[in-house]
């Protein structure tokens, strides 16, 4: 399909035609890739020959790659309905082709008026692939944070470097490639996602790289010179690349599709792969060309990935802190006010020993501290969240652990109980806070029904009246 969709080399068109008649059963899918074939290879036609490697046909009327694609068309039958209205149409074949095309046409239905050419309404303009997508079983491979890249400004640094910290768009190419419908397309494509990402808002999110296939042609003013020409926009998170060490890791890392004849590329995929913010492949076009917009979608549900990954990172650090300021503010709460109470407090648990222990009146401001640490932290998590009911009642009870602390002594239980309940709902996620809430709810409804419900004591006389007006009853 790839073939089809892009080769214009008569032997890749002709093999690839062979190929596709070799599946169990022709399938509508395909009409479009041997329409797209004959636009391709129509000017690049040749005689072929597969009976020997590197033999060449000694007769004119040996078949060609053109003609290979008719036997196709004829294998295709009905499925090749979708196409028919502009194989009809088609320009820029030899007579002896036409007609053996008129001949395959007949052999078509057309659809009638108001009739679908099949149920899935093949487009036949541009074939398009589908994205290989696991964003549960992320794709890494050892050693290739540590390969060494050249942009076209012959700045140089390490795939870790710039491929963590954000999602990334990577296509490969070549600058030599002779075929327009590969690599120079697939950086004019790159191209045209770089403005989707500007006009979104998203292009200081989401990177986007060119690789080389070829990165001892490719020097930094060939990478340069080529992008420029295909309205490539470069910056910081924008570059054209060229492995300095290590392309051999960059090659079994990402499974590329190419295959070299000495030093120069002989064979190559259309590639284009998602990379996540921490550098692993997280989704992959290959062999039939993408969708631009299907791509940003893709590269920015990777970008809500990235957020909740630092948002989960930075609430754990959160919630640390969330845990040793409660039990900062709980031991403030119960911690003596003097050397005198030590004693006796210990006492009241019958525990021996510790009213000898030291009181230590530096240990009053640290656990203040701790308590504002927590308090701090709440906060943060409630402005993140748009909940302010935690942080409202951490609020109330560091208040009451500070007040039992100058005022009175009984206002510490209270305190502790209001700042773990505080802590408790902040760290709820959003799931558990709602089926908190639906919980409340439903207490609340059922005790107003239960209120309405209960029966009023009256005495014999209202019960006499009640009885003497039933529609007032």
């Known amino acids: 399909l790839e073939d089809l969709d892009t080769s214009t080399h008569a032997y890749s068109v002709a093999a690839a035609a062979r190929a596709l008649r070799s599946t169990p059963k022709p399938e509508s899918r395909f009409a479009p890739f041997v329409l797209k074939a004959l636009k391709n290879v129509r000017s690049h036609d040749e005689p072929i020959s597969f009976d020997a490697y590197d033999e060449f046909p000694d007769s004119l009327d040996a078949p060609t790659a053109v003609g290979e694609l008719m036997e196709t068309l004829r294998w295709l039958g009905p499925a090749a309905r979708a196409v028919h209205s502009e194989l009809g149409q088609f320009q820029g074949l030899s ?264 009181f230590l009146p530096w240990l009053v401001p640290v656990l203040f501290g701790l308590m504002i640490v927590n308090l701090a932290s709440v906060w943060l998590r409630s402005r993140t969240t748009g909940r302010m009911t935690g942080f409202v009642l951490v609020c109330c009870g560091s208040l009451l652990i500070a007040g039992s602390r100058v005022l009175w002594p009984q206002l510490a239980i209270s305190g502790v109980a209001f700042t773990i309940v505080g802590s408790v709902l902040s760290a709820l996620d959003e799931g558990a806070y709602a089926l908190l809430g639906n919980f409340w709810r439903r207490v609340r409804t059922g005790s107003r029904k239960s209120s309405r419900r209960s029966t009023k004591v009256i005495n014999p006389g209202q019960a006499t009246n009640l009885k003497s007006s039933p529609g007032e009853s």
Not at 118 to 136: E, I, M, Y
Not at 180 to 192: M, N
Not at 231 to 249: A, K, N, P, V
Request: glycine share 8%; charged share 25%.
């Open 95 to 358: 007579a002896r082709h036409r007609a053996e095309l008129d001949s395959i046409l007949d052999g078509i239905a057309e659809p009638e008026d108001g009739e679908s050419a099949d149920c899935c309404q093949v487009d036949t303009a541009t074939p398009k692939g589908s994205l290989g997508w696991f964003p549960k079983l992320r794709c890494a491979c050892r050693g290739l944070d540590d390969v060494v890249f050249e942009d076209q400004d012959a700045q140089r640094f390490t795939f870790k470097q710039f491929f963590h910290g954000s999602p990334s768009i990577v296509a490969f190419f070549y600058s030599r490639c002779d075929n327009p419908l590969k690599c120079s397309l697939t950086v004019t494509k790159l191209a045209q996602i770089q403005q989707l990402l500007n006009s979104s808002g998203k292009r200081d999110q989401i990177k986007t790289a060119a690789i080389s296939y070829d990165p001892e042609f490719d020097r930094p003013e060939r990478l340069h010179q080529y992008g420029e020409d295909r309205q490539f926009r470069f910056g910081s998170d924008h570059r054209m690349l060229r492995t300095i060490r290590g392309f051999e890791t960059l090659r079994q890392s990402f499974e590329l599709g190419v295959n070299f004849s000495e030093t120069i590329v002989n064979r190559h995929r259309v590639e284009l792969f998602l990379l996540d913010s921490c550098g692993r492949i997280a989704g992959s076009f290959e062999r039939i060309r993408w969708e631009n917009e299907e791509v940003v979608d893709r590269a920015t549900e990777l970008l809500a990935d990235a957020s909740e990954a630092s948002a989960a990172k930075g609430w754990g650090r959160s919630s640390l802190a969330r845990l040793t300021g409660v039990l900062g503010a709980v031991a403030l709460a119960i911690y003596p006010k003097c050397p005198f109470c030590w004693g006796a407090y210990m006492s009241i648990f019958g525990v021996v020993g510790l009213e000898n222990l030291p």
